[in-house]
Structure formats: structure tokens, C-alpha cells
């Protein structure tokens, strides 16, 4: 806390100059209240020396402020150590009496201000009584603002530090949850042309391995994106689909249902990989009949909602704990918190149907 109080304070932008400005305000009040006040009693002319006298006073001050600025840096009140500190103030407050009274006193003996029967010493000393009550409070008047000033400046660059953590920290772990999917994805792929291999069907493997790598040129040359407009995650959808429906040739049938309208919304890139992995896994693969799988997407209010639905045999809490549903759930929560959520259903006409909803949003809105 000390140190970084300490930098604040003694920064590229001091504040003492602000405070000492300030006192601009009271030196030209003075100097006006001795004006008026020197008319109202009918002095035909006005007391210059008094108005300049009043007005002097206060520049003093405003030339004794960085007093308490450089006190403020060298002893911000901490409790570890509030005893020295205001030890430290108290000293400061007193010094700035001093100087205060130094200054009015030199000034009076230059205007020939000072009683000719009091003694130099006592006028000194009486200068001294009667400003240091005016010193004390407005020293630490001054040391409050600098305190005040500064934990404010922190407070705030603090805050400006905390989201710019926590916006790394988001980036951080989406980057460590897509680096957890493609693996997962190139593995069951390769694992099925591995099969394919062993069954010496070398021309599908062949026509596998062709639109793998088409995939994974897209998932390698996608960069940092989080969001794609929804056409684009479609685009490669149909690709992954293409090397799925090599695996299941007469077994997968896909169809579409896509509003025109949310064609430009901004989805999660890869959103719905996982979704279709599940369904083909638990479902298409499962079922000995041909398998349909629905993909669609449309407008909910403010919501966006995907969903992919198969006519397998239907959903069973265990098949949710793989690698792909856990990524979904966390790249979502990670994204959008409580605005969004994946439900996996059974279907009432059979199959299961996982639903993804989260905020509509489009690339003009980022």
C-alpha cells in the first residue's frame, strides 16, 4: 500500500500545484472583504496596504501547501504506523503555522504595519498564537484532499487493472477450453479412419482424411476469434458432417431449419460441434435404423436458440459428462454467465434434443 501510495503522490502529475491554485480563491476574497469593509466604515480611500496585506496572506499559504504534500508522501496514514504519522502531521501542521506567521510578520514590517510599542519578539510570537489554529485545520483540510484524491486515482486504476485481469483471465481459459476440444474432435476422427483403415476400406478413409484436413485448416487458420457469425459456424458445420456421413454413409441424414434472419448473429465459434458429436454418438451411432439429425436455429427474443435433435434412443444422464458437453457449459458460462444455458432433453416423439440459448447479439453491437 505504502509504495504504491507513495508513486501516486510523487507521480508525472502532482497535486499541490491544484491546491495551491485553490488558494487563489480565498486571497482574492480577502483582499475584496478588506476593501469593502475599509468603504464601509467612509474611509474616502481605500487601505491598499491592508488589501494587499490580506491578499498576500493567503498566497503564503498556497506557497507553504507542498508542506503537506511532501509529508503525505513520505507518511500516508497506514494503521501499522498511524502513530508516527500523525506525529509527522502534527509537526507538519506547526511547521506551516511557523512559515505562515514568518511570512505575515515579514510582510507587516515591510508595509509598516506592526504596533511601533510591541516588541518584535512578541509580535512574532503572537502571530504564531493566533495562526495556529487556522494552520491545523486547514493543513490537514489540505492533507485530506491529498489523501482523498489519491485513494480515489488508485481506486480507480485499480478497478481499470481488475477488468483488464479479468478480461485476460477470460481469454486465458477460452483458450485453454478450445485447445481441450480439438484435440478431443482430431482424436475421434482419426480413430474412425483408423477403423476404416483396419477394414481396408481405403477410399472412404481417403475421402476422411481429404475433409479432416479441410476442418482442421479452418480451426488452425480461425486464430482468436470467439464469436463467428452464425453462416460461418454453419459453413463448418456441414463440413464436419460430410466426415461424419463417411463414417454412417446410409445411416445420417441432416436437416436444416434456419431462420434468414439470425444468418449475421454472432455465435460462439465451434458451439455446435460438440452438440452434433453427442447426438451422432448417443444417437446415430446406437441405433441400427437411419439415423436424422435437426439442426436449427431461430429467434427467441432477445435469445438466440440452437438446437440439435436426433431419433436415437434417447438422452441418459451419463452420456453428459464428456469432454465436449463440459466445454460447452464452461465456454458459455465463461461468455455469457447466467444469460446463457444448454439443456439436453428427451425428445416427446423420441431422440434427444440439446437446445443452446444465449443473448442475440450482432457484429455491429461488439
Given at each position: 500500500m505504502a509504495s504504491r501510495f507513495t508513486n501516486r503522490v510523487g507521480g508525472s502529475r502532482p497535486l499541490w500545484p491544484l491546491i495551491a491554485a485553490a488558494c487563489l480563491v480565498p486571497a482574492l476574497l480577502s483582499s475584496l472583504t478588506t476593501y469593502l469593509n475599509s468603504r464601509l466604515i467612509g474611509r474616502v480611500n481605500a487601505d491598499?496596504?491592508?488589501?494587499?496585506?490580506?491578499?498576500?496572506?493567503?498566497?503564503?499559504?498556497?506557497?507553504?501547501?507542498?508542506?503537506?504534500?511532501?509529508?503525505?508522501?513520505?507518511?500516508?496514514?497506514?494503521?501499522?504506523?498511524?502513530?508516527?504519522?500523525?506525529?509527522?502531521?502534527?509537526?507538519?501542521?506547526?511547521?506551516?503555522?511557523?512559515?505562515?506567521?514568518?511570512?505575515?510578520?515579514?510582510?507587516?514590517?515591510?508595509?509598516?504595519?506592526?504596533?511601533?510599542?510591541?516588541?518584535?519578539?512578541?509580535?512574532?510570537?503572537?502571530?504564531?498564537?493566533?495562526?495556529?489554529?487556522?494552520?491545523?485545520?486547514?493543513?490537514?483540510?489540505?492533507?485530506?484532499?491529498?489523501?482523498?484524491?489519491?485513494?480515489?486515482r488508485e481506486a480507480r486504476e485499480r478497478e481499470s487493472q481488475q477488468a483488464r485481469l479479468a478480461a485476460q483471465l477470460v481469454e486465458a481459459k477460452l483458450g485453454a477450453l478450445r485447445m481441450q476440444l480439438n484435440p478431443h474432435f482430431l482424436f475421434n476422427s482419426l480413430n474412425a479412419i483408423i477403423v476404416m483403415v483396419r477394414d481396408q476400406n481405403t477410399r472412404d478413409a481417403s475421402r476422411m482424411l481429404e475433409l479432416l484436413s479441410g476442418v482442421l485448416r479452418q480451426v488452425l487458420q480461425s486464430g482468436k476469434r470467439q464469436h463467428v457469425t452464425l453462416d460461418e459456424e454453419l459453413k463448418f458445420i456441414e463440413k464436419y458432417l460430410a466426415i461424419e456421413q463417411v463414417r454412417f454413409p446410409d445411416r445420417l441424414r441432416v436437416k436444416w431449419s434456419i431462420e434468414p434472419a439470425v444468418h449475421d448473429v454472432l455465435v460462439p465459434e465451434f458451439i455446435l460441434q460438440p452438440l452434433l458429436e453427442n447426438a451422432i454418438r448417443h444417437g446415430i451411432a446406437k441405433s441400427s435404423e437411419s439415423g436424422v439429425i435437426e439442426v436449427t436455429a431461430r429467434e427467441d427474443g432477445d435469445s438466440l436458440l440452437l438446437s440439435v435433435q436426433d431419433n436415437g434412443p434417447g438422452y441418459l444422464p451419463v452420456s453428459d459428462s464428456g469432454v465436449g458437453l463440459a466445454n460447452t457449459r464452461a465456454r458459455l458460462a465463461t461468455l455469457f454467465g447466467e444469460d446463457a444455458q444448454l439443456q439436453i432433453l428427451n425428445h416427446r416423439d423420441g431422440g434427444t434434443v440439446a437446445t443452446v440459448r444465449f443473448p442475440m447479439r450482432k457484429r455491429i453491437d461488439e
Open positions: 491598499w496596504g491592508a488589501i494587499f496585506f490580506a491578499g498576500v496572506l493567503w498566497l503564503a499559504f498556497s506557497a507553504l501547501t507542498p508542506i503537506a504534500y511532501f509529508l503525505a508522501h513520505r507518511y500516508p496514514i497506514r494503521r501499522e504506523t498511524i502513530v508516527r504519522a500523525a506525529l509527522a502531521h502534527l509537526t507538519g501542521a506547526l511547521v506551516l503555522c511557523v512559515g505562515w506567521a514568518s511570512v505575515g510578520v515579514a510582510v507587516a514590517l515591510l508595509l509598516n504595519r506592526r504596533p511601533p510599542q510591541e516588541p518584535l519578539l512578541r509580535y512574532y510570537v503572537h502571530w504564531i498564537l493566533v495562526n495556529l489554529p487556522w494552520a491545523v485545520v486547514l493543513y490537514f483540510t489540505v492533507l485530506g484532499c491529498i489523501f482523498a484524491f489519491t485513494y480515489y
